[in-house]
Protein backbone atom coordinates (compact mmCIF):
# COMPACT_ATOMS: atom_id res chain seq x y z
CA UNK A 1 0.00 0.00 0.00
CA UNK A 2 1.27 3.71 -1.17
CA UNK A 3 2.11 5.78 1.71
CA UNK A 4 -0.61 8.24 2.65
CA UNK A 5 1.81 11.11 3.41
CA UNK A 6 3.68 10.66 0.50
CA UNK A 7 0.55 10.58 -1.71
CA UNK A 8 -1.20 13.49 0.12
CA UNK A 9 2.43 15.67 -0.49
CA UNK A 10 2.75 14.31 -3.96
CA UNK A 11 -0.02 13.21 -5.96
CA UNK A 12 0.45 14.26 -9.27
CA UNK A 13 3.82 11.98 -8.85
CA UNK A 14 2.02 8.92 -8.08
CA UNK A 15 -0.82 9.19 -11.06
CA UNK A 16 2.79 9.65 -13.35
CA UNK A 17 4.55 6.82 -11.91
CA UNK A 18 1.56 4.40 -12.07
CA UNK A 19 0.94 5.60 -15.58
CA UNK A 20 3.63 3.64 -16.36
CA UNK A 21 1.83 0.50 -14.81
CA UNK A 22 -0.80 1.61 -17.53
CA UNK A 23 -2.61 2.25 -14.42
CA UNK A 24 -4.99 5.34 -14.81
CA UNK A 25 -4.84 6.57 -10.87
CA UNK A 26 -6.12 10.10 -11.28
CA UNK A 27 -10.19 9.71 -10.01
CA UNK A 28 -8.91 6.64 -7.29
CA UNK A 29 -5.59 10.12 -6.06
CA UNK A 30 -8.95 12.71 -6.13
CA UNK A 31 -11.23 10.37 -4.36
CA UNK A 32 -8.39 9.07 -1.42
CA UNK A 33 -7.34 13.07 -1.35
CA UNK A 34 -11.08 14.17 -0.44
CA UNK A 35 -11.44 11.34 1.60
CA UNK A 36 -8.55 12.24 3.68
CA UNK A 37 -9.58 15.34 4.33
CA UNK A 38 -12.83 14.35 5.45
CA UNK A 39 -10.91 11.86 7.87
CA UNK A 40 -9.08 14.54 9.27
CA UNK A 41 -11.99 17.12 9.30
CA UNK A 42 -13.77 14.49 11.54
CA UNK A 43 -10.79 13.74 13.47
CA UNK A 44 -10.32 17.36 14.61
CA UNK A 45 -14.08 17.29 15.57
CA UNK A 46 -13.54 13.65 17.13
CA UNK A 47 -10.55 15.63 19.06
CA UNK A 48 -12.05 18.91 20.27
CA UNK A 49 -15.44 17.03 21.39
CA UNK A 50 -12.68 14.84 23.87
CA UNK A 51 -11.00 18.03 25.18
CA UNK A 52 -14.09 19.48 25.97
CA UNK A 53 -15.13 16.60 27.75
CA UNK A 54 -11.91 16.75 29.80
CA UNK A 55 -12.68 20.33 30.34
CA UNK A 56 -15.78 19.94 31.50
CA UNK A 57 -14.92 16.72 33.52
CA UNK A 58 -12.35 18.93 35.87
CA UNK A 59 -14.33 22.01 35.67
CA UNK A 60 -17.69 20.16 37.29
CA UNK A 61 -15.72 18.59 40.17
CA UNK A 62 -14.36 22.05 40.73
CA UNK A 63 -18.20 23.72 40.73
CA UNK A 64 -19.36 20.70 43.16
CA UNK A 65 -16.54 21.74 45.71
CA UNK A 66 -17.53 25.15 45.34
CA UNK A 67 -21.24 24.22 45.96
CA UNK A 68 -22.59 25.57 42.80
CA UNK A 69 -24.43 22.96 41.88
CA UNK A 70 -26.43 24.38 39.56
CA UNK A 71 -23.97 24.96 36.94
CA UNK A 72 -22.48 21.64 37.67
CA UNK A 73 -25.12 20.30 36.42
CA UNK A 74 -25.65 22.07 33.27
CA UNK A 75 -21.84 21.09 32.39
CA UNK A 76 -22.88 17.44 32.99
CA UNK A 77 -26.15 17.73 30.91
CA UNK A 78 -23.30 19.23 28.10
CA UNK A 79 -21.00 16.33 28.70
CA UNK A 80 -24.08 13.79 28.14
CA UNK A 81 -24.43 15.62 25.08
CA UNK A 82 -20.88 15.35 24.23
CA UNK A 83 -20.19 11.83 24.82
CA UNK A 84 -23.66 11.06 22.50
CA UNK A 85 -21.93 13.27 19.77
CA UNK A 86 -18.76 11.55 20.26
CA UNK A 87 -20.20 8.11 19.77
CA UNK A 88 -21.55 9.33 16.46
CA UNK A 89 -18.40 10.77 15.31
CA UNK A 90 -16.20 7.72 16.27
CA UNK A 91 -18.56 5.75 14.08
CA UNK A 92 -18.37 8.35 11.55
CA UNK A 93 -14.76 8.21 11.44
CA UNK A 94 -14.36 4.63 11.59
CA UNK A 95 -16.72 4.24 8.19
CA UNK A 96 -14.37 6.70 6.76
CA UNK A 97 -11.29 4.89 7.28
CA UNK A 98 -12.39 2.16 6.11
CA UNK A 99 -13.49 4.37 3.06
CA UNK A 100 -10.03 5.05 2.12
CA UNK A 101 -8.47 2.15 3.15
CA UNK A 102 -10.58 0.43 0.75
CA UNK A 103 -9.13 3.50 -2.23
CA UNK A 104 -5.77 2.67 -1.17
CA UNK A 105 -5.70 -0.86 -1.60
CA UNK A 106 -6.63 -0.49 -5.15
CA UNK A 107 -3.62 1.74 -5.83
CA UNK A 108 -0.29 -0.77 -7.07
CA UNK A 109 2.77 -0.07 -5.94
CA UNK A 110 4.60 2.49 -8.07
CA UNK A 111 7.41 1.45 -10.21
CA UNK A 112 10.95 2.24 -9.77
CA UNK A 113 11.51 5.79 -11.90
CA UNK A 114 14.11 4.07 -14.04
CA UNK A 115 11.37 1.00 -15.09
CA UNK A 116 11.50 0.65 -18.62
CA UNK A 117 8.20 1.90 -20.63
CA UNK A 118 6.38 -0.90 -22.38
CA UNK A 119 3.04 -3.10 -21.92
CA UNK A 120 4.01 -5.94 -22.81
CA UNK A 121 6.66 -9.09 -22.43
CA UNK A 122 7.81 -8.33 -25.66
CA UNK A 123 8.93 -4.74 -24.43
CA UNK A 124 11.10 -6.57 -21.50
CA UNK A 125 14.83 -5.28 -21.83
CA UNK A 126 17.14 -8.47 -21.59
CA UNK A 127 20.14 -6.94 -19.13
CA UNK A 128 22.04 -10.09 -18.97
CA UNK A 129 22.17 -13.04 -21.31
CA UNK A 130 24.56 -16.18 -21.14
CA UNK A 131 23.01 -18.58 -23.35
CA UNK A 132 25.20 -21.04 -25.27
CA UNK A 133 21.91 -23.10 -27.01
CA UNK A 134 22.19 -27.01 -26.65
CA UNK A 135 22.05 -28.71 -29.99
CA UNK A 136 20.10 -31.97 -29.26
CA UNK A 137 20.51 -34.77 -31.28
CA UNK A 138 17.72 -35.85 -33.63
CA UNK A 139 14.53 -37.27 -32.42
CA UNK A 140 15.08 -35.39 -28.90
CA UNK A 141 11.81 -35.00 -27.02
CA UNK A 142 9.82 -32.39 -25.41
CA UNK A 143 10.21 -33.02 -21.70
CA UNK A 144 6.35 -34.14 -21.50
CA UNK A 145 7.45 -37.15 -23.78
CA UNK A 146 10.63 -37.61 -21.88
CA UNK A 147 8.94 -38.17 -18.60
CA UNK A 148 6.73 -40.59 -19.90
CA UNK A 149 9.54 -42.23 -21.87
CA UNK A 150 11.73 -42.64 -18.03
CA UNK A 151 8.55 -43.20 -16.06
CA UNK A 152 9.75 -40.04 -13.92
CA UNK A 153 6.76 -37.81 -13.70
CA UNK A 154 3.03 -39.44 -14.49
CA UNK A 155 0.47 -36.29 -15.40
CA UNK A 156 -2.23 -38.86 -15.98
CA UNK A 157 -1.71 -40.24 -12.81
CA UNK A 158 -2.15 -36.65 -11.65
CA UNK A 159 -5.58 -36.17 -13.00
CA UNK A 160 -6.76 -39.44 -11.63
CA UNK A 161 -5.75 -38.40 -8.38
CA UNK A 162 -6.99 -34.69 -8.50
CA UNK A 163 -6.57 -33.03 -12.02
CA UNK A 164 -4.56 -31.26 -14.51
CA UNK A 165 -1.83 -29.56 -13.29
CA UNK A 166 -1.12 -31.63 -10.31
CA UNK A 167 1.13 -34.11 -11.69
CA UNK A 168 3.23 -37.03 -9.83
CA UNK A 169 6.64 -37.79 -9.59
CA UNK A 170 8.00 -41.32 -9.47
CA UNK A 171 11.25 -43.03 -9.03
CA UNK A 172 13.96 -40.71 -10.07
CA UNK A 173 11.83 -37.36 -11.00
CA UNK A 174 11.17 -37.73 -7.40
CA UNK A 175 14.43 -37.85 -6.29
CA UNK A 176 15.32 -34.97 -8.74
CA UNK A 177 12.79 -33.00 -7.06
CA UNK A 178 13.86 -33.47 -3.41
CA UNK A 179 17.65 -32.93 -5.18
CA UNK A 180 17.23 -29.54 -6.68
CA UNK A 181 15.10 -28.75 -3.36
CA UNK A 182 18.19 -29.45 -1.08
CA UNK A 183 20.44 -27.98 -3.73
CA UNK A 184 18.93 -24.87 -3.60
CA UNK A 185 18.15 -24.64 -0.07
CA UNK A 186 21.85 -25.36 0.96
CA UNK A 187 23.20 -22.51 -1.49
CA UNK A 188 20.87 -20.06 -0.06
CA UNK A 189 22.43 -21.26 3.82
CA UNK A 190 25.76 -20.69 2.34
CA UNK A 191 24.42 -17.44 1.17
CA UNK A 192 23.53 -16.59 5.07
CA UNK A 193 19.87 -16.89 4.82
CA UNK A 194 17.96 -18.63 7.85
CA UNK A 195 15.94 -21.49 6.78
CA UNK A 196 11.85 -21.55 7.62
CA UNK A 197 9.44 -23.70 7.15
CA UNK A 198 5.89 -21.98 7.08
CA UNK A 199 2.69 -23.36 7.39
CA UNK A 200 0.89 -24.40 3.27
CA UNK A 201 -2.36 -22.21 4.17
CA UNK A 202 -2.46 -18.87 5.16
CA UNK A 203 -5.31 -16.67 7.26
CA UNK A 204 -7.03 -12.98 5.16
CA UNK A 205 -4.52 -10.54 7.09
CA UNK A 206 -1.34 -12.65 5.65
CA UNK A 207 -3.05 -12.67 2.12
CA UNK A 208 -3.45 -9.00 2.54
CA UNK A 209 -0.20 -8.04 3.84
CA UNK A 210 2.24 -8.78 1.19
CA UNK A 211 -0.41 -7.98 -1.38
CA UNK A 212 -2.35 -11.31 -2.63
CA UNK A 213 -5.44 -10.43 -1.13
CA UNK A 214 -7.65 -8.37 -2.88
CA UNK A 215 -5.59 -8.23 -6.16
CA UNK A 216 -5.18 -11.88 -7.09
CA UNK A 217 -7.93 -13.39 -5.10
CA UNK A 218 -9.39 -14.99 -8.19
CA UNK A 219 -5.41 -16.84 -8.57
CA UNK A 220 -6.12 -18.34 -4.83
CA UNK A 221 -7.25 -21.80 -3.88
CA UNK A 222 -9.86 -20.97 -0.76
CA UNK A 223 -10.42 -23.00 1.82
CA UNK A 224 -13.78 -21.90 2.93
CA UNK A 225 -14.64 -23.47 6.21
CA UNK A 226 -11.42 -22.21 7.93
CA UNK A 227 -11.51 -19.08 5.86
CA UNK A 228 -7.77 -20.04 4.87
CA UNK A 229 -6.18 -19.67 1.79
CA UNK A 230 -3.07 -22.24 0.30
CA UNK A 231 -0.42 -20.42 -0.40
CA UNK A 232 0.85 -19.26 -3.61
CA UNK A 233 4.19 -18.44 -3.05
CA UNK A 234 6.38 -18.94 0.33
CA UNK A 235 6.78 -15.30 0.31
CA UNK A 236 3.17 -15.01 1.87
CA UNK A 237 4.12 -16.92 4.99
CA UNK A 238 7.81 -15.94 5.53
CA UNK A 239 6.92 -12.32 4.87
CA UNK A 240 4.08 -12.06 7.46
CA UNK A 241 6.42 -13.28 10.24
CA UNK A 242 7.12 -9.91 10.37
CA UNK A 243 3.89 -8.01 10.25
CA UNK A 244 2.85 -5.79 13.12
CA UNK A 245 6.78 -6.14 14.59
CA UNK A 246 9.07 -3.35 15.24
CA UNK A 247 12.54 -3.95 14.00
CA UNK A 248 16.19 -1.88 15.28
CA UNK A 249 18.28 -0.28 12.65
CA UNK A 250 20.91 -3.68 13.90
CA UNK A 251 18.15 -6.13 12.78
CA UNK A 252 19.23 -5.93 9.09
CA UNK A 253 19.76 -7.75 6.91
CA UNK A 254 16.71 -10.39 7.73
CA UNK A 255 17.04 -12.92 5.18
CA UNK A 256 14.75 -16.06 5.41
CA UNK A 257 14.86 -18.83 2.74
CA UNK A 258 12.33 -21.72 2.63
CA UNK A 259 10.77 -24.28 0.70
CA UNK A 260 7.06 -24.93 0.04
CA UNK A 261 4.55 -26.47 -2.54
CA UNK A 262 2.49 -23.28 -3.78
CA UNK A 263 -0.76 -23.10 -5.24
CA UNK A 264 -2.27 -21.42 -8.25
CA UNK A 265 -5.72 -21.77 -9.71
CA UNK A 266 -3.80 -20.03 -13.30
CA UNK A 267 -7.28 -19.10 -14.81
CA UNK A 268 -7.83 -18.93 -17.81
CA UNK A 269 -4.23 -20.55 -18.54
CA UNK A 270 -4.84 -22.79 -21.83
CA UNK A 271 -2.54 -23.85 -24.72
CA UNK A 272 0.31 -25.65 -26.12
CA UNK A 273 2.93 -23.09 -23.69
CA UNK A 274 1.30 -25.21 -20.13
CA UNK A 275 2.08 -28.33 -21.27
CA UNK A 276 3.72 -30.60 -19.41
CA UNK A 277 5.66 -28.31 -16.63
CA UNK A 278 5.16 -25.20 -18.45
CA UNK A 279 2.27 -24.17 -15.80
CA UNK A 280 0.88 -26.11 -12.60
CA UNK A 281 -1.61 -25.75 -10.06
CA UNK A 282 0.76 -27.46 -7.60
CA UNK A 283 4.57 -27.21 -7.73
CA UNK A 284 7.48 -26.92 -5.34
CA UNK A 285 9.58 -23.90 -4.73
CA UNK A 286 12.43 -21.83 -2.86
CA UNK A 287 11.60 -18.69 -1.96
CA UNK A 288 14.11 -16.11 -0.63
CA UNK A 289 12.92 -12.98 1.26
CA UNK A 290 14.86 -10.01 2.52
CA UNK A 291 13.66 -7.33 4.92
CA UNK A 292 16.35 -3.82 4.63
CA UNK A 293 16.64 -0.75 5.49
CA UNK A 294 16.03 1.52 2.77
CA UNK A 295 19.22 2.92 2.42
CA UNK A 296 20.52 -0.45 0.92
CA UNK A 297 17.22 -2.45 -0.54
CA UNK A 298 18.72 -2.24 -4.01
CA UNK A 299 22.28 -3.32 -3.06
CA UNK A 300 20.41 -6.09 -1.73
CA UNK A 301 18.21 -7.15 -5.03
CA UNK A 302 21.81 -6.82 -6.75
CA UNK A 303 22.96 -9.98 -4.12
CA UNK A 304 19.88 -11.89 -4.90
CA UNK A 305 19.77 -11.45 -8.52
CA UNK A 306 23.46 -12.55 -8.18
CA UNK A 307 22.65 -15.26 -6.01
CA UNK A 308 19.46 -16.93 -8.42
CA UNK A 309 22.47 -16.51 -11.54
CA UNK A 310 24.84 -18.86 -9.58
CA UNK A 311 22.19 -21.55 -8.95
CA UNK A 312 21.39 -21.31 -12.90
CA UNK A 313 24.80 -21.20 -13.54
CA UNK A 314 25.59 -24.34 -11.50
CA UNK A 315 22.68 -26.11 -13.22
CA UNK A 316 24.78 -25.45 -16.62
CA UNK A 317 21.22 -23.98 -18.24
CA UNK A 318 21.59 -21.13 -20.39
CA UNK A 319 19.68 -18.45 -19.12
CA UNK A 320 18.85 -14.40 -19.61
CA UNK A 321 17.82 -11.95 -17.15
CA UNK A 322 15.38 -9.35 -18.18
CA UNK A 323 13.76 -6.33 -16.33
CA UNK A 324 10.01 -5.80 -16.66
CA UNK A 325 8.36 -2.72 -18.32
CA UNK A 326 6.02 -1.06 -16.29
CA UNK A 327 3.09 -2.79 -17.82
CA UNK A 328 4.42 -6.19 -17.10
CA UNK A 329 5.18 -5.66 -13.66
CA UNK A 330 2.65 -7.20 -11.10
CA UNK A 331 0.65 -5.08 -8.38
CA UNK A 332 3.29 -5.12 -5.71
CA UNK A 333 6.21 -4.97 -7.19
CA UNK A 334 8.87 -1.42 -7.75
CA UNK A 335 11.01 -3.36 -9.68
CA UNK A 336 11.87 -7.11 -10.84
CA UNK A 337 14.09 -9.01 -13.01
CA UNK A 338 12.28 -12.21 -14.40
CA UNK A 339 14.86 -15.02 -15.03
CA UNK A 340 14.44 -17.08 -17.86
CA UNK A 341 15.76 -20.61 -18.99
CA UNK A 342 16.04 -21.90 -22.89
CA UNK A 343 14.27 -24.94 -23.66
CA UNK A 344 15.88 -27.09 -26.55
CA UNK A 345 13.19 -28.79 -27.16
CA UNK A 346 10.75 -26.84 -26.67
CA UNK A 347 12.78 -23.59 -28.68
CA UNK A 348 11.51 -21.10 -26.23
CA UNK A 349 12.44 -19.48 -22.87
CA UNK A 350 10.32 -20.37 -19.36
CA UNK A 351 10.44 -18.49 -16.25
CA UNK A 352 12.05 -19.76 -13.99
CA UNK A 353 12.26 -16.88 -11.46
CA UNK A 354 11.35 -13.25 -10.34
CA UNK A 355 13.60 -11.22 -8.18
CA UNK A 356 11.72 -8.18 -6.94
CA UNK A 357 11.73 -4.94 -4.60
CA UNK A 358 8.75 -3.84 -3.16
CA UNK A 359 10.37 -1.27 -1.21
CA UNK A 360 7.54 0.00 1.46
CA UNK A 361 4.58 -1.28 0.00
CA UNK A 362 3.99 -4.40 1.33
CA UNK A 363 5.50 -3.44 4.77
CA UNK A 364 3.13 -0.56 5.22
CA UNK A 365 0.17 -3.33 4.81
CA UNK A 366 1.61 -5.47 7.06
CA UNK A 367 2.62 -2.25 9.71
CA UNK A 368 6.43 -4.18 9.43
CA UNK A 369 8.35 -1.08 10.61
CA UNK A 370 11.77 -0.27 12.39
CA UNK A 371 13.26 2.26 14.72
CA UNK A 372 16.40 4.18 12.54
CA UNK A 373 19.38 5.47 14.22
CA UNK A 374 17.27 9.03 15.53
CA UNK A 375 14.82 7.00 16.87
CA UNK A 376 12.12 7.24 14.61
CA UNK A 377 10.20 4.69 13.58
CA UNK A 378 9.87 4.17 9.75
CA UNK A 379 8.60 1.20 7.39
CA UNK A 380 11.37 -1.67 6.08
CA UNK A 381 11.82 -2.77 3.06
CA UNK A 382 10.87 -6.18 1.17
CA UNK A 383 12.42 -8.24 -1.28
CA UNK A 384 11.64 -11.49 -2.78
CA UNK A 385 12.73 -13.81 -4.97
CA UNK A 386 12.43 -17.49 -6.24
CA UNK A 387 15.43 -19.34 -6.08
CA UNK A 388 14.27 -21.51 -7.56
CA UNK A 389 11.24 -22.54 -9.04
CA UNK A 390 11.21 -26.13 -9.91
CA UNK A 391 8.81 -27.16 -13.33
CA UNK A 392 10.36 -25.13 -16.06
CA UNK A 393 13.84 -25.55 -14.17
CA UNK A 394 13.17 -29.56 -14.66
CA UNK A 395 11.87 -28.91 -18.09
CA UNK A 396 14.62 -27.61 -19.12
CA UNK A 397 16.98 -29.93 -17.77
CA UNK A 398 15.65 -32.88 -19.37
CA UNK A 399 15.37 -31.40 -22.53
CA UNK A 400 18.51 -29.80 -22.45
CA UNK A 401 20.47 -32.79 -21.34
CA UNK A 402 19.16 -35.83 -23.65
CA UNK A 403 21.38 -37.98 -24.59
CA UNK A 404 21.33 -41.70 -26.79
CA UNK A 405 22.22 -43.09 -23.20
CA UNK A 406 19.74 -41.38 -21.02
CA UNK A 407 19.52 -38.11 -19.59
CA UNK A 408 22.55 -36.36 -17.99
CA UNK A 409 22.59 -34.97 -14.52
CA UNK A 410 24.14 -31.54 -13.90
CA UNK A 411 27.78 -32.00 -12.07
CA UNK A 412 26.33 -30.07 -9.09
CA UNK A 413 23.24 -32.01 -8.53
CA UNK A 414 24.85 -35.29 -8.43
CA UNK A 415 25.73 -35.72 -4.75
CA UNK A 416 21.72 -34.79 -4.18
CA UNK A 417 20.49 -36.75 -6.65
CA UNK A 418 23.21 -40.07 -6.27
CA UNK A 419 23.25 -40.54 -9.61
CA UNK A 420 24.53 -38.89 -12.89
CA UNK A 421 21.92 -40.32 -15.64
CA UNK A 422 18.09 -40.96 -15.60
CA UNK A 423 18.03 -44.21 -18.26
Known amino acids: ?12 VV ?16 DILNTDTLRRETQKQLDDNLAESNSIAREVGNLFKAGKQAEAQSLKDRSAELKVIAKELADKLEEIQKDLNNLLVVLPNMPHPSTPVGRHAEDNPVVLLEAEIPVLPEGSLPHWELTSKYDIIDFELGVKLTGAGFPVYKGKGARLQRALINFFIDEALKAGYLEIQPPLMVNEASGYGTGQLP ?34 SEDFPVKNVAYSSCFRREAGSYGKDVRGLNRLHQFDKVEIVQLRHP ?5 ALEEMREHVAGLVRKLE ?16 SAWTYDFEVFSAAQQRWLEVSSVSNFETFQANRMKLRFKDNTGKTRFAHTLNGSALALPRIVAALLENNQTAEGI ?15 N
Open 1 to 12: MLELNFLRENPQ
Open 15 to 30: IDRLAVKYFDASQIVQ
Open 215 to 248: DKDSQMYFVGLDNFYLIPTAEVPVTNIYRDVILK
Open 295 to 299: DDSYQ
Open 317 to 332: LPFRIIRLCGGDMSFT
Open 408 to 422: RIPKALVPYTGFDLI
